[in-house]
Each structure stands twice: as C-alpha cells, then as structure tokens.
C-alpha cells in the first residue's frame, strides 16, 4: 500500500510506471518495438501495445501495414476460457476502392482489453509522421524493391525520394504528412472518423456516382470478433482464426504434426509475380495477456497506389482471398495452468508454413527461438517472414526460460522488456 502511494512513482501511462519485467514484444521493424516496449512499461496491456505497434508501423514501415489496410489479430486473456480472433480485411466498396479495415480492428481491440486511453496510444506514431524518423532497415529494404523511382507515381516520388531522385535509403529523414494527419483524424475523433466522419465522406467521395452506396457500406463496416479456432494435442491447445484466414488449414497440419510428425510444406498460396506486403508481430504483457497480429496492404506498397483523397497508400488485394491465405497468428498456452507456451505471427508465400514450422519445433523441444527461426527461414521463402515467442516453462509463471528470435530473412527486433536474459538480449537497429 505504501508503494502505491509513493510520490515519486509515475502514474499509469507515463513510462517507468512498471518496474522491472513488463512483457515481450516482437516485430519487423525496430520503431514499432519500441512504440510496444513504451506502452508495456506504462503500464498498458498487450492490446494497448498491439495498437501503438501497428499505428507505428502504418508510419515505420507503410509497404506492409496501413489505415487503408487490414489484417487479423488473436488475443488471448489468461482467466478466459478461449482466445479471440479480431478479423479487419478491407471490404471492397462500389465503384472500386475498399472500405478500410485497420481503425475498426484496431479500435475493436483496444476496447476489448485496452486500459490507456486511444488518444494517448496513437500520438507517438503521429508525432513520427509528422516530425519525421530515420529511414529502418526494413522499410529501406523494401523501398529499394521498388526498382525505378522514375516508373513511380508522383505522389510516392514526393515522399520517398531524396533531392537527387533515387529513393531514400537507411537512415534517410522521411517526414509524412498525409499520414500524420489521418493519424490526427483518428487520435482525435476516434476509428469512426474512418466511417462515418470527414474521412469517410472523402472516400465516398471517390466515386461520386456511387456515393451514397458507398456511405452506407463504409457505417455498416464491422471488424469481426470470434472464438478462434483450437486444436488440443497433449496439454496445449492452439489457437488459429477462422476461416478466410488459413487457420482451418493450420490447425489440420498441427494436429498431426504435434504429434511428432514433421510438418508437411504444402504448396505456398497466393504465390505468384506480385509482391507481398503484410507483417507481423507478437506482445505478450507481465500478465500473461498475449496479442499475435498480421497486417497486410494486399501488394507492397499497396501496388503503388496512393489513395487520391487522403494521399495515403490504398489497398491492392492479391486476389481471390490469397492475402488471408498467407495470413497467420498463432498462440498456443497450456490448457490446465493457462500459461502461455508460444505466440508467432507471420505472411508472405510460405508464411502459413513458416510459422506452423516454427511452432511446432517450440511444442517439441526446440526451446531456443532464435534456433527455430533460423531453420523455419532456411526452409521458407525468402520473402516471408516469422516472428514470435517460446515459453518452455510457460508465461508469465517462468519468463526466464522465455526466448525471442529475429528472422534473419528480415530486419526486426524482439525484446523482453525490463529484463535481459536468455536469447531476448537484442540491439536496436535502425
């Protein structure tokens, strides 16, 4: 009682709130972890986290996650009897465009399991688009993907070139402005601005002999919150979405291969010539509370398309459901203590293969993450990428034996925040 009357402690929300382990982040790009490490040592919930970090990188990096976007998330509350699956892909609208599904997914997270408040969780990000941050790794990596700035259209050419025209590379200054102020839009008013506010009737607006049509399926947009799906093998359950996602898929392949047979690649969906642009990433709190998320632009970069209205990158769907197809969050916990075992998340050609491989090798021994990670990328597609966490012993009862990986395909970080042990100790790199 008395320490929780010291003067001196930060209140809730500031950082430094919680002394010593908070919690586990994991992402692909480094910004995106620190925006999670501040929120868990603030004392904020891993679904608090999971949305500072996909508002950070909708900035951080925009080829793989943003407003225009989607994605899905599982989030998994310890006391619960079963994990939820919060599905967010974008609806197509009438007279072309999609309705965004990012601020309602998000939004319906946050309200779900969040403690700090929205406004507060968002404004970091928008601080970074507006006064600008260092070009990561990451998302110079995919820049440079791009090929010809020149081929470019002139809105992309604006923001992500330097003065002599080739595109910006690591450790460039990029400031982004449209993105700021959707950011502003959305801190302020709330993810119905999205829906039924100024943003929404600009893009409705897009269409204009479809307007109205167009108004109606923006209101009606709902992110989907489910039971997920759980498959028991031994004293773990994991869970995976439902279905347009490859969790029905998913779950069949760790049935039988936590059992002990290997896991069987089947034949990447969605592959073919158009590039991916989807991420993930995994939070779990000191609580035990766990947050496993894929966010996907369709195409990287949207398919170069920018949004004429809010200058931001729009949606580019592979087609035919392919981006939910190469879409994966798992968790997996003990169903008798309720620990948590293993949380990974990842997309791309082999990206349900990939992090099925990577879990099962957790649920059979393989307790060192970094160990796993490296076998699952030497197995996978170049291009896809895994991220996640072990708990041998299970979390938050033995964080100890916990082990982050960073996929060597990529350029993200994993942290166990307040703590250094183990394989979790990392270098930030921007």
Same mark, same amino acid.
């Given at each position: 009682? !008395?320490?929780?009357?010291?003067?001196?402690?930060?209140?809730?929300?500031?950082?430094?709130?919680?002394?010593?382990? *908070?919690?586990?982040?994991?992402?692909?790009?480094?910004?995106?972890?620190?925006?999670?490490q501040?929120?868990?040592?603030?004392?904020? $919930? +891993?679904?608090?986290?999971? /949305?500072?970090?996909?508002?950070?990188?909708?900035?951080?990096?925009?080829?793989r996650?943003?407003?225009?976007?989607?994605?899905?998330c599982?989030?998994?509350?310890?006391?619960?009897?079963?994990?939820?699956?919060?599905?967010?892909?974008?609806?197509?609208?009438?007279?072309?465009?999609f @309705?965004?599904? #990012?601020?309602?997914?998000?939004?319906?997270?946050?309200?779900?399991?969040? /403690?700090l408040?929205?406004?507060?969780?968002? *404004?970091?990000?928008?601080?970074? +688009?507006?006064?600008?941050?260092?070009?990561?790794?990451?998302?110079?990596?995919?820049?440079?993907?791009?090929?010809?700035?020149?081929?470019?259209?002139a809105?992309?050419?604006?923001?992500?070139?330097?003065a002599?025209?080739?595109?910006?590379?690591?450790?460039d200054?990029?400031?982004?402005?449209?993105?700021?102020?959707?950011?502003?839009?959305?801190?302020?008013?709330?993810?119905?601005?999205?829906?039924?506010?100024?943003?929404?009737?600009?893009?409705?607006?897009?269409?204009?002999?479809?307007?109205?049509?167009?108004?109606?399926?923006?209101?009606?947009?709902?992110?989907? &919150? $489910?039971?997920?799906?759980?498959?028991?093998?031994? %004293?773990?359950?994991?869970?995976?979405?439902?279905?347009?996602?490859a969790?029905?898929? *998913? +779950?069949?392949?760790?049935?039988?291969?936590?059992?002990?047979?290997s896991?069987? &690649?089947?034949?990447?969906a969605?592959?073919?010539?158009?590039?991916?642009?989807a991420?993930?990433?995994?939070?779990?709190?000191?609580?035990? #509370? $766990?947050?496993?998320?894929?966010?996907?632009?369709?195409?990287?970069?949207?398919?170069?398309?920018?949004?004429?209205?809010?200058?931001v990158?729009?949606y580019?769907? !592979?087609?035919?459901?392919?981006d @939910?197809?190469?879409?994966?969050?798992?968790?997996?916990? %003990?169903?008798?203590?309720k620990?948590?075992r293993?949380?990974?998340?990842?997309?791309?050609?082999?990206g349900?293969?990939?992090?099925?491989?990577?879990?099962?090798?957790?649920?059979?021994?393989e307790?060192?993450?970094?160990?796993?990670?490296?076998?699952?990328?030497?197995?996978?597609?170049?291009?896809?990428?895994?991220?996640?966490?072990?708990?041998?012993?299970?979390?938050?009862?033995k964080?100890? %034996?916990?082990?982050?990986?960073?996929?060597p &395909?990529? *350029?993200?970080?994993?942290?166990?925040?307040? #703590?250094?042990?183990? %394989?979790?100790k990392?270098?930030?790199?921007?």
């Amino acid at each position: 009682m !008395l320490s929780a009357c010291d003067p001196h402690k930060p209140a809730q929300g500031v950082s430094g709130y919680i002394a010593g382990f *908070a919690g586990f982040v994991s992402a692909e790009e480094p910004r995106a972890v620190l925006a999670g490490q501040e929120v868990l040592g603030a004392g904020g $919930t +891993a679904a608090d986290a999971a /949305v500072a970090m996909a508002s950070t990188l909708t900035v951080t990096l925009p080829s793989r996650a943003g407003w225009m976007g989607g994605g899905v998330c599982l989030s998994r509350i310890p006391k619960d009897k079963a994990v939820q699956a919060f599905s967010f892909l974008p609806q197509p609208l009438p007279g072309g465009g999609f @309705a965004p599904g #990012m601020p309602r997914g998000l939004y319906a997270l946050h309200a779900a399991s969040g /403690v700090l408040r929205w406004e507060q969780i968002l *404004a970091s990000a928008e601080q970074l +688009a507006r006064f600008g941050a260092p070009v990561s790794r990451a998302l110079a990596k995919d820049l440079a993907a791009l090929g010809s700035p020149m081929a470019l259209p002139a809105e992309i050419r604006s923001v992500y070139t330097r003065a002599d025209g080739s595109l910006l590379r690591e450790g460039d200054s990029l400031v982004q402005l449209r993105i700021a102020g959707a950011l502003t839009s959305l801190r302020i008013k709330g993810a119905g601005e999205a829906y039924s506010g100024q943003m929404a009737r600009m893009i409705a607006g897009e269409a204009p002999e479809r307007e109205e049509a167009r108004r109606a399926v923006l209101r009606d947009y709902r992110a989907a &919150r $489910t039971d997920a799906l759980s498959v028991d093998v031994g %004293n773990e359950t994991a869970y995976f979405p439902p279905a347009p996602f490859a969790g029905p898929q *998913a +779950a069949k392949i760790w049935a039988a291969a936590a059992d002990g047979k290997s896991v069987q &690649r089947p034949g990447a969906a969605g592959t073919g010539a158009l590039p991916y642009g989807a991420t993930g990433f995994v939070v779990a709190d000191r609580g035990g #509370m $766990t947050v496993s998320c894929v966010l996907s632009m369709g195409q990287m970069f949207g398919g170069g398309r920018v949004d004429s209205v809010l200058g931001v990158f729009a949606y580019a769907p !592979l087609g035919s459901d392919r981006d @939910a197809g190469t879409m994966l969050p798992v968790i997996v916990s %003990n169903r008798h203590v309720k620990d948590l075992r293993l949380a990974a998340a990842g997309a791309g050609a082999s990206g349900v293969a990939d992090v099925l491989d990577f879990a099962v090798r957790g649920h059979l021994g393989e307790t060192n993450a970094q160990a796993a990670v490296a076998a699952v990328a030497a197995a996978g597609d170049p291009a896809s990428r895994v991220t996640g966490v072990i708990c041998p012993d299970g979390a938050p009862s033995k964080v100890d %034996n916990c082990t982050l990986p960073v996929d060597p &395909r990529g *350029a993200g970080v994993s942290r166990a925040v307040g #703590m250094e042990f183990g %394989n979790s100790k990392s270098k930030l790199v921007f």
